[in-house]
């Protein structure tokens, strides 16, 4: 029985062991770093070797904007006199905000917060030079808290980031999970085999019901079926409504009105396809957000209602969403856009804001386009061909510009000349410089927007509808807060501007990127 128990203890550690010896000889034998030491060396090395190396680049940083006021007293451009302050303001961060090779300084820390004012500072100011005295003061206590070397703050980070705390041994067993060599191997061939035994598509992944199941992306269910981001049970969570509503007052204080858009998630339209129950609602979390936005006055943009009555016409019109994909499909899109334009027409018409007069003429092609749907990739099987493209037509928006020329008449002619029009079409494209109206926006802005067949998202047919220019920012996946902090980094960008529209998904009301932190401009 003893020997039963020694063997069983040999196998137990052999199994136990497996993966970490496997990676360990592919590290070997490969160029990559030895990860299975990064643990070791993040104990002794790497938090007094960040600090050599913050002080290094708080030292450069010095060197820069000091060089930076001699150029721009000498009357240089502002914006290529701060290309070595930013560069060098860039590395610091660099340093600074990666602890060590799997924790980043928490944006509550103070070193963050002060490395970000002042990066958002230097970004505008050259738009915005009456802020040079706050840009110089900024940047001097980066130096003076950056440029020496601190046993103190080393040790912090050993304390608050080491390798013994839950966020470094999160970040290090999802890295060795997955990058393992022996995990890359028959992961593939595991999900292959539980997609054909089980029909399981994976963790990410929640396959429909009915007829020609669609894919639906795992956070979009679980967005409808856990608590409201606004009950007691998300306590623990940002609040999504402060956090707009502070935007709406920061932007008010620059002369720009705030309109709210959130795109629904595919179940919340098509709750039937993952179900299989004809009329069952699921929880309108995000509609009811929407609707608790309006009676606070803010402006916004219902597309829940308007999709919903749409599915009527999916039998000769096709669907709203795509069949493997988060995101709508260009119908949807288009849809989107018609009641958006309908609602900052109103807003116009209100005396809400000024636009300005239309000054854009915009054209439609048509064009084709395959589409490999996200969720499919998620899953992990379509290097197995499991899911298949889904070719859309999309509608391309062109500028049309005419104009008219002189010529002289043929000889036998009776006038001494002619007029010819010549009518030249150009792609549609984002105008800052003209624009009033910024988007600021996620994957749901960029799809048929900048990817396949490009000019063709809502943001374009926006423009065609209201016929003026526009200007956007997008983030994938963060347009709860990173789209916000880009635009912090660009605040010259709102000069001029009247309007911002500012469109996320609904899911992101619970698990947007980073939370719905308050970003300073």
């Known amino acids: 029985?003893?020997?039963?128990?020694?063997?069983?203890?040999?196998?137990?550690?052999?199994?136990?062991?497996?993966?970490?010896?496997?990676?360990?000889?592919?590290?070997?034998?490969?160029?990559?770093?030895?990860?299975?030491?990064?643990?070791?060396?993040?104990?002794?090395?790497?938090?007094?070797?960040?600090?050599?190396?913050?002080?290094?680049?708080?030292?450069?940083?010095?060197?820069?904007?000091?060089?930076?006021?001699?150029?721009?007293?000498?009357?240089?451009?502002?914006?290529?006199?701060?290309?070595?302050?930013?560069?060098?303001?860039?590395?610091?961060?660099?340093?600074?905000?990666?602890?060590?090779?799997?924790?980043?300084?928490?944006?509550?820390?103070?070193?963050?917060?002060?490395?970000?004012?002042a990066d958002t500072l230097v970004a505008a100011l050259e738009d915005e030079p009456e802020t040079f005295k706050a840009v110089d003061s900024t940047l001097k206590a980066v130096v003076a808290e950056f440029g020496q070397f601190s046993l103190w703050r080393a040790l912090c980070g050993i304390k608050h980031y080491g390798v013994w705390t839950s966020r470094y041994l999160r970040a290090f067993e999802n890295k060795v999970e997955d990058e393992n060599a022996l995990v890359l191997a028959f992961r593939p061939k595991y999900q292959l085999a539980v997609w054909n035994i089980f029909n399981d598509p994976g963790e990410k992944v929640v396959l429909g019901s009915g007829a020609g199941r669609w894919l639906f992306y795992r956070q979009d269910v679980e967005f409808l079926v856990q608590p409201s981001p606004l009950d007691v049970r998300s306590a623990k969570l940002d609040n999504p409504i402060q956090a707009i509503l502070k935007f709406r007052e920061q932007l008010k204080a620059k002369g720009v009105e705030l309109l709210v858009v959130i795109t629904p998630g595919k179940p919340s339209i098509y709750p039937e396809r993952l179900t299989g129950v004809d009329g069952l609602k699921l929880a309108g979390h995000g509609k009811a957000i929407l609707d608790s936005l309006a009676k606070l006055g803010l402006n916004t943009v219902d597309l829940y209602t308007p999709l919903l009555a749409a599915k009527v016409d999916d039998?000769?019109?096709?669907?709203?969403?795509?069949?493997?994909?988060?995101?709508?499909?260009?119908?949807?899109?288009?849809?989107?856009?018609?009641?958006?334009?309908?609602?900052?027409?109103?807003?116009?018409?209100a005396g809400l804001i000024n636009i300005g007069e239309p000054s854009m003429n915009y054209v439609v092609s048509d064009s084709l386009a395959d589409r490999m749907g996200d969720i499919g990739e998620m899953s992990g099987l379509n290097k197995f061909n499991v899911f298949k493209a889904q070719q859309v037509t999309g509608h391309v928006i062109y500028q049309q510009e005419i104009s008219e020329r002189t010529e002289e008449a043929p000889a036998d002619s009776l006038s001494d000349s002619t007029v010819v029009r010549d009518t030249v079409k150009t792609p549609f494209k984002d105008d800052f410089r003209k624009s009033k109206i910024l988007i600021l926006g996620d994957s749901f802005s960029r799809i048929y927007q900048t990817d396949a067949p490009v000019n063709a998202g809502w943001i374009a047919h926006f423009a065609k509808n209201i016929s003026r220019p526009v200007a956007s920012i997008v983030s994938d996946g963060g347009a709860s807060t990173l789209v916000r902090e880009k635009l912090a980094r660009?605040?010259?960008?709102?000069?001029?501007?009247?309007?911002?529209?500012?469109?996320?998904?609904?899911?992101?009301?619970?698990?947007g990127a980073e939370g719905w932190k308050t970003i300073e401009f």
């Open 1 to 117: 029985m003893k020997k039963l128990y020694i063997a069983f203890i040999v196998v137990f550690a052999v199994l136990l062991l497996l993966p970490f010896s496997v990676q360990t000889v592919a590290d070997l034998r490969g160029e990559k770093r030895f990860v299975s030491l990064d643990i070791f060396k993040d104990i002794v090395y790497t938090p007094f070797a960040r600090e050599s190396k913050i002080a290094e680049s708080a030292a450069k940083l010095n060197e820069a904007w000091f060089a930076a006021r001699e150029s721009i007293a000498g009357g240089a451009e502002v914006g290529e006199s701060l290309e070595g302050v930013v560069s060098a303001l860039s590395d610091l961060e660099a340093v600074a905000l990666t602890v060590n090779s799997y924790a980043e300084l928490d944006t509550a820390e103070s070193d963050y917060k002060l490395l970000k004012h």
């Open 490 to 511: 660009k605040a010259g960008v709102l000069k001029g501007k009247k309007l911002l529209i500012w469109e996320f998904v609904e899911r992101d009301l619970r698990f």
């Open 315 to 349: 039998a000769s019109l096709g669907a709203l969403y795509l069949d493997d994909d988060t995101h709508w499909t260009p119908r949807g899109a288009e849809l989107a856009a018609g009641e958006i334009a309908k609602k900052v027409n109103a807003m116009v018409e």
